[in-house]
């Protein structure tokens, strides 16, 4: 797997990490970040989608409920998260491979609460990790790499396999959130 621990060091940007690769390699790293997701949720039940994990760190200022902005994310809460941010950075960088000007998010989440059962996180992860396949796939021959953004005010700038990136890397920063959540719900399972 990339370092995506550099980036968020500040050590390396996500160009620096994606300078040199292919298409090839960012099938490859999709699948091996979606595997990584995959083994930590391996042994969970529907019981965990659900679980209220404790996080004192909790602080999402874009919830929608001013109630939840310092919830704590459950487990399907983190996956639909992860995933959709992930599918918009594909389809963010199939178009600049094509050489279409930025014109804003192409972002869809899956509404959390919904996901309650692990047969839907896994279904949501494959679905996920078949659009990101999928999205590399439209890729031309020839992507228009020079072609390069500031993806948000301030970032640094990325060419289409950066913004491909950035979304793999949004899923690195999720992973450690997603071990805590799974051992604080078998711990509680078991006490």
């Known amino acids: 797997m990339l370092d995506y621990a550099a980036v968020y060091r500040r050590e390396r940007t996500i160009q620096h990490l994606v300078d040199g690769l292919t298409v090839a390699d960012l099938h490859a790293e999709t699948d091996e970040m979606y595997d990584t997701v995959e083994r930590l949720i391996a ?17 999402d200022p874009f919830a929608s409920d001013p109630n939840a902005v310092n919830q704590a994310w459950t487990l399907g809460h983190v996956i639909v998260h992860l995933t959709a941010s992930c599918e918009e950075s594909a389809f963010l960088a199939a178009e600049m491979a094509r050489g279409v000007p930025l014109h804003g998010r192409s972002r869809y989440e899956v509404p959390w609460e919904t996901v309650t059962t692990m047969v839907q996180v896994r279904q949501r992860l494959a679905e996920s990790r078949r659009m990101l396949h999928a999205s590399l796939n ?5 992507p ?5 953004v500031e993806p948000w ?19 690195y920063d999720h992973l450690g959130q997603i071990a805590e959540i799974v051992r604080q719900a078998k711990a509680s399972a078991h006490s």
């Open 138 to 142: 439209m890729w031309p021959d020839h």
């Open 153 to 171: 005010p301030g970032a640094p700038p990325v060419d289409a396999r950066g913004r491909f990136a950035l979304g793999l890397a949004h899923a």
């Open 144 to 148: 228009h790499l020079d072609y390069i």
């Open 43 to 59: 042994d969970c039940t529907d019981a965990d989608v659900t679980f209220q994990p404790v996080d004192p760190n909790a602080h």
